[in-house]
């Protein structure tokens, strides 16, 4: 009925050995490939150990669906803006209201798909042989927001040419396997407004796509663009109950043949919630007809890559055994 993963980066820094840390340590690496103390390979090699700790802590944890963390990602954008034509990397802006920055692209030209950005890490961890693995892509609508447009000076243009964008991404990942996919949209629920767009933007993107399409908003209430959502050709809506607990009522009252994931775990707070409170909004889910729904993820609320590494373990294991409790099952068996 339900299945474990988890949305958006995990923690780069492993600094914990109780927590099962395998002794790596990327932003020392990245430190040291800019100081030219490594060299290319010697850092690909940390980022890909990098990856294959955040699978075993995923793995030990009992989650279902695992993520390659986005270990190679500085932000939730960046990666796309690198990798294909059109962009330029500007200067830090904070990301939200988190405590974290980025760096903004600047469109300064028409944006064209050149080589996927995902799939190269989406086959490493798949072939790490940890467990299922579930990609994830910036959607559409936020590519758009989180950029500065210099160049097409209309939205209808830009969204378009990044749903484009996001379609090869898409296309790319099915063809290297790929079952499910996370499409992030942050900016959804801070964009009323402009929903109908967004809705053409990713529509253009997932429509008739090989792939099963996991759309996961953040930070944001859902509840007035809920029909909107709903009308997406994908398969699962997700969203940030936690912090914002109406999207619980929201996701529920969707409709039965759409999937959903509910953000239980609070991903900005290193306050742990106990296996009861969780349990108490499966036994609602269990009851609104969950085991009926095409898929009900149980995740975060957000990128736990907000915490310290030790908090994020703790997150993501009581997640799990909370589904396990209400299950009445062993941890790692659910």
Excluded at 195 to 222: E, K
């Amino acid at each position: 009925m339900f299945q474990t993963t988890l949305v958006g980066n995990q923690p780069k820094v492993f600094e914990d050995p109780a927590c099962g840390a395998p002794g790596v340590n990327l932003r020392l690496a990245r430190n040291r490939f800019d100081q030219g103390r490594i060299t290319a390979a010697e850092l690909e090699d940390v980022v890909r150990a990098t990856i294959r700790a955040t699978l075993d802590d995923q793995a030990r944890a009992g989650l279902d669906w695992l993520t390659d963390g986005r270990i190679r990602w500085d932000d939730p954008v960046t990666p796309f803006a690198a990798a294909h034509e059109g962009f330029t990397i500007g200067g830090l802006i904070r990301y939200f209201d988190n405590n974290v920055y980025y760096r903004r692209p600047t469109i300064a030209g028409p944006i064209r798909f050149v080589r996927s950005a995902v799939a190269d890490d989406y086959r490493f961890a798949s072939s790490a042989g940890r467990g299922r693995v579930i990609p994830s892509v910036c959607g559409p609508f936020s590519l758009a927001k989180f950029c500065v447009d210099e160049y097409y000076h209309k939205e209808e243009a830009l969204y378009a040419d990044c749903a484009a964008l996001v379609r090869g991404e898409l296309e790319a990942l099915a063809d290297a396997g790929a079952d499910w996919v996370q499409l992030d949209e942050p900016y959804l629920g801070r964009c009323p407004d402009e929903i109908d767009a967004a809705v053409t933007a990713i529509s253009a993107a997932t429509i008739g796509v090989d792939v099963r399409v996991f759309v996961h908003t953040y930070f944001c209430p859902i509840e007035g663009i809920g029909d909107h959502l709903w009308r997406l050709p994908v398969h699962a809506i997700g969203a940030d109950c936690a912090t914002v607990p109406g999207n619980f009522e929201a996701l529920i009252h969707g409709p039965k043949t759409m999937g959903r994931g509910f953000g239980l775990v609070d991903a900005r707070t290193t306050r742990l919630e106990t296996a009861d409170q969780i349990v108490r909004q499966l036994e609602r889910l269990a009851a609104a007809g969950a085991a009926d729904w095409p898929a009900c993820f149980i995740t975060p609320s957000a990128a736990l890559e907000f915490l310290p590494y030790p908090s994020a373990i703790a997150k993501m294991r009581r997640l799990v055994a909370a589904v396990c409790q209400f299950l009445g099952v062993a941890c790692g068996a659910s």
